[in-house]
């Protein structure tokens, strides 16, 4: 069964350092990839994504993720963090039949809380 | 440009009354979707709409949940009768087409309590 695993559910790192977000997947093939950014009381909004191509994709606010197929990873990364980054951080994946494939079906992790410390 | 507006945005009600989310997309989005968000999870959808068609509501409990699309645009779903299961927020999103290309763009989301 297709699935997203984010192993941390909470990080905290303090403002100016560097931050790294795992996420693994479990799918058939190649997926589409996506990470979404949730600021409390508000909806998602998506950082960046991944079809094909460099493997090096970079998002908005800073943020870049790098595809690795050999462990099937799709890891967040942010040089300096700022405390606006505060927020809960889902990885999610989708089919990838660019026609037939829905990007309802996307299938979302459980999220990690970002905190940041002054 | 306007975003995704949603309403009402908090809702509580006790188990077994009935309750309405509203969804109006961004202008021109064909797809909506609607999810629910438990506390601690990532959203899952409920229904995909493209125009006012159902393109998969395969994890919407159809015996107490409903969703209409009236003339392709706003969207409303309805739970009844309600459960304590179902407290979450409701999230609706809409993109322009249902290509993975399209990015999905969400409402600030109901966040419903049901006692």
């Known amino acids: 069964a297709q699935s997203v695993t984010q192993p941390d559910i909470h990080i905290t790192v303090s403002e100016g350092a560097s931050l790294e977000l795992r996420c693994n997947y479990s799918?058939?093939?190649?997926?589409?990839l996506f990470w979404y950014v949730q600021s409390p009381g508000q909806g998602l909004q998506l950082l960046l994504k991944y079809f094909s191509g460099d493997t090096l994709v970079q998002g908005i606010k800073g943020f870049e993720a790098e595809f690795k197929r050999s462990q099937s990873s799709f890891n967040l990364r942010k040089p300096s963090v700022h405390w606006s980054d505060a927020a809960e951080y889902f990885c999610a994946v989708g089919p990838t039949s660019f026609y037939g494939g829905s990007q309802g079906n996307l299938i979302f992790g459980k999220g990690t809380k970002l905190s940041v410390k002054p | 440009e306007a975003g995704v507006a949603q309403s009402p945005r908090y809702k509580i009600i006790e188990k077994r009354q009935s309750v309405a989310f509203w969804c109006n997309p961004i202008?021109?989005?064909?797809?909506l979707y609607w999810y629910q968000q438990i506390l601690g999870q990532g959203p899952k959808l409920l229904i995909q709409f493209q125009n006012n068609g159902v393109v998969d509501d395969s994890q919407l409990p159809k015996d107490r949940f409903s969703a209409e699309r009236l003339k392709g645009v706003d969207s409303t779903l309805k739970i009844q009768p309600a459960k304590l299961e179902d407290s979450a927020v409701y999230l609706c999103?809409?993109?322009?087409?249902?290509?993975?290309?399209?990015?999905?763009?969400f409402g600030p989301g109901t966040r419903l309590t049901v006692l």
């Open positions: 999103a809409s993109s322009l087409t249902s290509r993975l290309s399209d990015t999905q763009y």
């Open positions: 799918y058939g093939a190649t997926p589409y």
């Open positions: 202008s021109g989005h064909a797809t």
